[in-house]
T-cell receptor, first 114, second 109 residues
Framework: DGGITQSPKYLFRKEGQNVTLSCEQNLNHDAMYWYRQDPGQGLRLIYYSQIVNDFQKGDIAEGYSVSREKKESFPLTVTSAQKNPTAFYLC?????????????FGEGSRLTVL | GQNIDQPTEMTATEGAIVQINCTYQTSGFNGLFWYQQHAGEAPTFLSYNVLDGLEEKGRFSSFLSRSKGYSYLLLKELQMKDSASYLCAVMDSNYQLIWGAGTKLIIKP
């Protein structure tokens, strides 16, 4: 079945460590997104990519980095520069074109900083 | 600034009807989306409105009034499995999604 796979589902990190969250999709979607979700807040866009080898910063990109070397993969690195990284991270993809807004989400990765 | 407002929490009874409202102020408008999110899980798509009026899909309906910057999601014949958060999102003039904080719906027997 087609879908988006995020891993790991749960991750614990010590302060000062970088961690990378994996996101893989087999939906043949060009556009991929990373969101952060905190209690009581809407989803906030970290980074997005419309095409391979290209990506743009979202509203809260500081302390995060991404790469898009393959269409299927869009990993997110949470660096030590991110001051409050504990959150639920969601990866999503969608079909191309501005009028096709339905996002397909992965199951999410919950990061906790110890 | 851009803003999406929805109630934080609502409670309803199994078998009843509930209406979840969403008001928005955004830079342009290219459609409004409703997603359902069960606790600890990913959001799943429910509906999309770009023209004024009511879109019905089974037990769920979504309404849009662009002049009022207002939408609602109507859930009929509530079931316990409908207990979830309901997220309203608007696509702005740059085709980026602006998300509300979500409405947590609690269904009681």
């Amino acid at each position: 079945d087609g879908g988006i796979t995020q891993s790991p589902k749960y991750l614990f990190r010590k302060e000062g460590q970088n961690v990378t969250l994996s996101c893989e999709q087999n939906l043949n979607h060009d556009a991929m997104y990373w969101y952060r979700q905190d209690p009581g807040q809407g989803l906030r866009l970290i980074y997005y990519s419309q095409i391979v080898n290209d990506f743009q910063k979202g509203d809260i990109a500081e302390g995060y980095s991404v790469s898009r070397e393959k269409k299927e993969s869009f990993p997110l690195t949470v660096t030590s520069a991110q001051k409050n990284p504990t959150a639920f991270y969601l990866c999503a993809s969608k079909t191309p074109g501005p009028h096709t807004g339905e996002l397909f989400f992965g199951e999410g990765s919950r990061l906790t900083v110890l | 600034g851009q803003n999406i407002d929805q109630p934080t929490e609502m409670t309803a009874t199994e078998g009843a009807i509930v209406q979840i409202n969403c008001t928005y102020q955004t830079s342009g408008f290219n459609g409004l989306f409703w997603y359902q999110q069960h606790a600890g899980e990913a959001p799943t798509f429910l509906s999309y409105n770009v023209l004024d009026g009511l879109e019905e899909k089974g037990r769920f309906s979504s309404f849009l009034s662009r002049s009022k910057g207002y939408s609602y999601l109507l859930l009929k014949e509530l079931q316990m499995k409908d207990s979830a958060s309901y997220l309203c999102a608007v696509m702005d003039s740059n085709y980026q999604l602006i998300w509300g904080a979500g409405t947590k719906l609690i269904i009681k027997p």
